[in-house]
T-cell receptor, first 115, second 112 residues
Framework: ETGVTQTPRHLVMGMTNKKSLKCEQH?????MYWYKQSAKKPLELMFV???????ENNSVPSRFSPECPNSSHLFLHLHTLQPEDSALYLC??????????????FGPGTRLTVL | RKEVEQDPGPFNVPEGATVAFNCTYS??????FFWYRQDCRKEPKLLMS???SGNEDGRFTAQLNRASQYISLLIRDSKLSDSATYLC?????????????FGSGTRLQVQP
């Protein structure tokens, strides 16, 4: 399935590096999301974008910086991360902002390891 | 109290067995409910929505009890391919926030 793609699939970075995660959706959806999934924890919503505008920042540290240039693309810029930021970062999209029975479609995720 | 709470399991059942998972949610304003399935090292995928009157999709039956604030998923005639983590998901429109809240998941292992 290629509805929502994410690159890279795996990333190892040092604490002083700067890297970016990319998400692209080919579904014509208007809302996009970043989630973090750590081992044995539920998915944590990080950011929400609706029609390119950020509608939610779930108290995410400033070392994570999202960017949404258009409704199809979403980036997560990373800098000076900590080892506890190692996790699976999932991008999702939905037709409208999560409400009613609108399904969210997830990308395969980027598995991030911070050394 | 967690917003969405699930028994982490694992539930180890033989092929052909019937297994049920429950999930409780804390916000009475919650409006929509879902079960997602997540295979090991893969992304979550929608399994089924949960409707107030209960609904069935093949071997899967979902129930909602608003009074007690819990959701259930019943799997009949378990297959090896049902082995996965099942995520209970709640959509709450609250103080302007409109997003899904995920439980930690219940792991199911179906054994031959």
């Amino acid at each position: 399935e290629t509805g929502v793609t994410q690159t890279p699939r795996h990333l190892v970075m040092g604490m002083t590096n700067k890297k970016s995660l990319k998400c692209e959706q080919h579904l014509g959806h208007n809302a996009m999301y970043w989630y973090k999934q750590s081992a044995k924890k539920p998915l944590e919503l990080m950011f929400v974008y609706n029609f390119k505008e950020q509608t939610e920042n779930n108290s995410v540290p400033s070392r994570f910086s999202p960017e949404c240039p258009n409704s199809s693309h979403l980036f997560l810029h990373l800098h000076t991360l900590q080892p506890e930021d190692s996790a699976l970062y999932l991008c999702a999209s939905s037709q409208q902002l999560a409400g009613g029975r609108d399904t969210q479609y997830f990308g395969p995720g980027t598995r991030l390891t911070v050394l | 109290r967690k917003e969405v709470e699930q028994d982490p399991g694992p539930f180890n059942v033989p092929e052909g067995a019937t297994v049920a998972f429950n999930c409780t949610y804390s916000n009475s304003a919650s409006q929509s409910f879902f079960w997602y399935r997540q295979d090991c090292r893969k992304e979550p995928k929608l399994l089924m929505s949960v409707y107030s009157s209960g609904n069935e999709d093949g071997r899967f039956t979902a129930q909602l009890n608003r009074a007690s604030q819990y959701i259930s998923l019943l799997i009949r005639d378990s297959k090896l391919s049902d082995s996965a983590t099942y995520l209970c998901v709640v959509n709450t429109r609250d103080t302007g926030r409109r997003a899904l809240t995920f439980g930690s998941g219940t792991r199911l292992q179906v054994q031959p």
